[in-house]
C-alpha cells in the first residue's frame, strides 16, 4: 500500500507556471505507476499525465500535450507535474494516483491510490 500526498498548487495568473508535487510514503514507490489527474467543479474526473515506474515513459491526455510535463525522482518517492502556460480552464483539484499495471488507460479507475488532492485556480 502507499499513501500520497500532492502539494504545489494555488493561485496562479493566466500565462504562469506551478508544479505540483505528490509525495508518496513506503519504500516500494519504484513499483507503482504513476498517474495525474484532474476534476473541474461540475465536471467529471480526467486524466492528465501517467508515467511508469521507471520513468522512460510518459502519455498524455491530448488537451495536456505541450504544456504538461509529468516526471518523477523514485530516490525521493515523488512525482512531479509540470504545468506551463496556465488558462483559467486548468481551474481544478489536481489528484496524484498509483497503480501496479503501467499501459495506455485514462480511466480513474484504473488506479488503485490516490491523494487528497491539490487545488490550482488560475485567474485571468
Known amino acids: 500500500q502507499v499513501q500520497l500526498v500532492e502539494s504545489g498548487g494555488g493561485l496562479v495568473q493566466a500565462g504562469g507556471s506551478l508544479r505540483l508535487s505528490c509525495a508518496a510514503s513506503g519504500r516500494t514507490f519504484s513499483s507503482y505507476a504513476m498517474g495525474w489527474f484532474r476534476q473541474a467543479p461540475g465536471k467529471e474526473r480526467e486524466f492528465v499525465a501517467a508515467?511508469?515506474?521507471?520513468?522512460?515513459?510518459?502519455y498524455y491526455a491530448d488537451s495536456s500535450e505541450g504544456r504538461f510535463t509529468i516526471s518523477r525522482d523514485n530516490a525521493k518517492n515523488t512525482v512531479y507535474l509540470q504545468i506551463n502556460s496556465l488558462n483559467p480552464e486548468d481551474t481544478a483539484v489536481y489528484y496524484c494516483a498509483a497503480r501496479y499495471y503501467y499501459g495506455r488507460d485514462y480511466s480513474w479507475d484504473a488506479y488503485d491510490y490516490w491523494g487528497q488532492g491539490t487545488q490550482v485556480t488560475v485567474s485571468s
Open positions: 508515467i511508469n515506474w521507471s520513468g522512460s515513459s510518459t
